[in-house]
């Protein structure tokens, strides 16, 4: 089992800046990938930027340039740095891990106003 908690969302103007953060406890040595996704209402979840164990990253579209992926294993921990952010950028973000099935945080809100 694999608990992920995740911090950091919060209310931001356009424009500004929020860092994103996934601690994972639990069996968290067994993961393989983390990621971020994002979920507004009505919609499905998509995904925004993933991280593997040897740290290749794959971003979104919306988000290359902007966001920044990156992981702590010795915390087990992954983070986003979200800049530049934007009215569309308001979902709640969802953390992700890759074990022998899918894990999931319970969400935080980003709010960017405009």
């Known amino acids: 089992q694999v608990q992920l908690v995740e911090s950091g969302g919060g209310l931001v103007q356009a424009g500004g800046s929020l860092r994103l953060s996934c601690a994972a406890s639990?069996?968290?040595?067994?993961?393989?990938?983390m990621g971020w996704y994002c979920q507004g209402p009505g919609k499905q979840r998509e995904l925004v930027a993933t991280i593997t164990n040897g740290g290749y990253t794959y971003y979104g579209d919306s988000v290359k340039g902007r966001f920044t992926i990156s992981r702590d294993n010795a915390k087990n921990t992954v983070y986003m740095q979200m800049n530049s952010l934007k009215p569309d950028d308001t979902d709640v973000y969802y953390c992700?891990?890759?074990?022998?099935?899918?894990?999931w945080g319970q969400g935080t809100q980003v709010t960017v106003s405009s």
């Open positions: 639990g069996s968290a040595f067994r993961i393989n990938a």
């Open positions: 992700r891990a890759v074990v022998e099935r899918l894990y």
